[in-house]
């Protein structure tokens, strides 16, 4: 029985069950696209949502264990509306909200029993396509500004190697939408609107950017081409 | 998890999807006042308060409307106060009595309602809704014992019973869900009186609107604490309609409009 384990082997034992516990759920893809920013999850679930909305102009997404990343988003729109109530609408901003994300999962990773086996996305659509925001958080706090677009889960490398080669910025959200049904598939047919999750942050709302894209509009984008 | 900046709870103490609640245990000196202190018992200056509001169901929903007026005292405080806010996308809030208090508690009652979506992830019931409300006027209660009084109205399209709905409350916030439509405020009586005599089932939209730009004109004719339409500058009462499609306030330029031709009419002996 041995008395004595470095903290490299430590923080690798962590990682490492940490990355196995989200690589064993499905992966989602987010894009930043002319008319808004576009998250698509493989999730058969009408309920239990992966993305949700934090607030006007934020979304937040999670993959890996469900009642983990659910007490970080109810955690991250409790800290939005404080601010927003407390100061002004505006003054809620997705960077500062990574941060947080990021100190808490960054404090569990070394400090708790067991790591959260979470990836999570904190969105912001911007005035213009440039002023997109995605910011990636890992399970052990490190914080990922992404451009363009990001891919959360398991099988992220897999997925970022086909989406490079075909996401441009010029995608509206329906071009977003089927890119996303197509790179989630591990096959060549893109997935039914019955296993996809998808919300889109619309630019051009003045309040409340944050809807919910399913059923038949899904099923008619899905069909388009 | 006590080293996280975000707000975390031990189960027993979680807030829930309520925002009042999550406020008291993070920053309830960000709460509205709930006490004057000092024991006071009236305040020693001009509270500003504003005056009169309508909500009137029609055939699709209900009609909201209030004037611009604020007073201090004999004192016009505000010539563009507006009194008629959007609760959510599906229905609104009508303040009268101390418009400080009045002011944040739609304010907090917007994030209140907004909170509950998004940690719920559905939306309250109407009736839900006009609960939460009663709450926070009962928090009041102590500040409408030393004067400052809020009465709001609320209104709203019930989706699950496919009509609108009309709540009335008091200084106690007790509740009262209104058949037609109510009237508050310093010349709530005119106005009410105005609509009893007009109202009839089944109304459209349009006849809803004029109706209720014509109980605030006969309230302010009758109250000076009430503004009617200001021609001059160009004030306007404001006028949401809320139905299926949810809250949309009507434009000024419409309003302005309908003000024209009610003048006008009475000028030629027809109504007022």
């Given amino acids: ?225 | 998890m006590n080293e996280s900046p975000l707000p975390f709870f031990a189960s027993g103490d979680d807030p829930g999807a309520s925002f009042v609640d999550l406020l008291r245990r993070v920053a309830p000196d960000h709460l509205p006042a709930s006490d004057l202190g000092g024991g006071t018992r009236s305040t020693p200056f001009e509270v500003t308060h504003g005056t009169t509001i309508v909500a009137i169901r029609y055939a699709d929903g209900v009609v909201m409307a209030g004037d611009r007026r604020a007073t201090a005292g004999s004192t016009i405080a505000n010539r563009r106060m507006e009194k008629v806010f959007p609760a959510d996308d599906y229905s609104g809030v009508a303040i009268a009595g101390a418009a400080g208090p009045a002011v944040d508690m739609v304010r907090l009652f917007q994030v209140q309602l907004e909170h509950y979506e998004k940690i719920e992830g559905e939306l309250l019931s109407l009736e839900g809704k006009a609960n939460q409300l009663a709450g926070l006027i009962r928090a009041n209660l102590p500040m409408a014992m030393q004067g400052m009084v809020v009465v709001p109205l609320f209104a709203g399209y019930d989706e699950r019973r496919g009509h609108g709905r009309v709540f009335s409350y008091d200084a106690l916030g007790g509740r009262y869900e209104e058949a037609d439509f109510q009237a508050t405020g310093s010349g709530g009586v005119h106005a009410r009186n105005w609509i009893k005599a007009q109202w009839s089932e089944g109304m459209t939209r349009d006849d809803a609107v004029d109706l209720a730009l014509r109980a605030l004109f006969a309230a302010a004719d009758e109250d000076s604490a009430t503004g009617g339409p200001d021609l001059i500058r160009g004030i306007y009462p404001v006028v949401a309609v809320i139905d299926r499609d949810g809250y949309v306030a009507v434009p000024d330029a419409d309003i302005a409009a309908r003000a024209n031709v009610l003048i006008g009419g009475r000028e030629e002996g027809a109504g007022l």
């Avoid at chain 1, 008319?35 to 997404?61: C, H, M, Q, W």
């Avoid at chain 1, 809620?92 to 569990?108: E, K, M, P, S």
């Fill in chain 1, 1 to 225: 029985m041995p008395f004595y384990v470095s903290p490299e082997q430590v923080m690798k034992d962590r990682a490492d069950y940490a990355r196995k516990g989200i690589a064993r759920g499905r992966s989602l893809v987010a894009f930043s696209a002319t008319d808004g920013i576009v998250v698509v999850a493989e999730n058969p679930s009408r309920t239990l949502y992966k993305i949700s909305e934090i607030y006007d102009r934020i979304a937040f997404a999670g993959v890996g264990k469900y009642n983990e990343f659910e007490m970080l988003r109810i955690a991250g729109v409790r800290q939005a509306d404080i601010k927003g109530y407390s100061f002004a609408r505006e003054d809620v901003n997705a960077r500062a909200l990574a941060n947080a994300y990021a100190q808490t999962l960054g404090q569990v990773f070394t400090h708790e029993m067991k790591p959260y086996e979470v990836e999570i996305l904190v969105a912001q659509v911007g005035a213009t396509q440039e002023d997109d925001e995605l910011f990636h958080i890992l399970y052990d706090g490190t914080v990922v500004d992404e451009q363009g677009f990001t891919v959360l889960g398991g099988e992220a490398e897999r997925i970022i190697e086909v989406t490079r080669d075909r996401y441009t910025a010029d995608l509206d959200h329906g071009g977003a939408v089927r890119l996303g049904a197509a790179v989630l598939s591990t096959d060549d047919t893109p997935l039914p609107a019955a296993s996809l999750e998808v919300a889109f942050l619309d630019r051009s709302r003045t309040r409340r950017a944050f809807g919910r894209i399913r059923g038949d509009e899904l099923t008619a984008i899905l069909e388009a081409s």
